[in-house]
């Protein structure tokens, strides 16, 4: 049986970090393509990032780039997101997805497996 387990989100300061983590359970981890999405109150859920299963393929949405880092610990099965800068448009349950298919299909978020999500709220 497949979990992903979302850890690490709160209430932040506009300009603060958060390191969310997903652990993986019942798959050979480092097959699996990892990625982040996340959805406001209201919206649809959106692509974050992804990462493949070497860590060496990264993606992300335009407007995360250069404040977020996706990485992963194959070791440890877990993949990580690294927030910085973060402001109230940032405010979201944030899903771990995770997809044998690659990267192009977490990115078109048809992941298979999905965690339950994580909070992240971020006050102005």
């Known amino acids: 049986q497949v979990q992903l387990v979302e850890t690490g989100g709160g209430l932040v300061q506009a300009g603060g970090s958060l390191r969310l983590s997903c652990a993986a359970s019942g798959l050979t981890f480092s097959a699996y393509a990892m990625g982040w999405f996340r959805q406001a109150p209201g919206k649809e859920r959106e692509f974050v990032a992804v990462?493949?299963?070497?860590?060496?393929?990264?993606y992300y949405a335009e407007s995360v780039k250069g404040r977020f880092t996706i990485s992963r610990d194959n070791a440890k099965k877990t993949t990580y997101l690294q927030m910085n800068s973060l402001n109230s448009e940032d405010t979201a349950v944030y899903y771990c997805a995770a997809d044998v298919g690659g990267t192009r299909t977490v990115l078109a978020g048809r992941a298979k497996y999905w965690g339950q999500g994580t909070q992240v709220t971020v006050s102005s």
């Open positions: 990462v493949n299963g070497r860590g060496g393929d990264t």
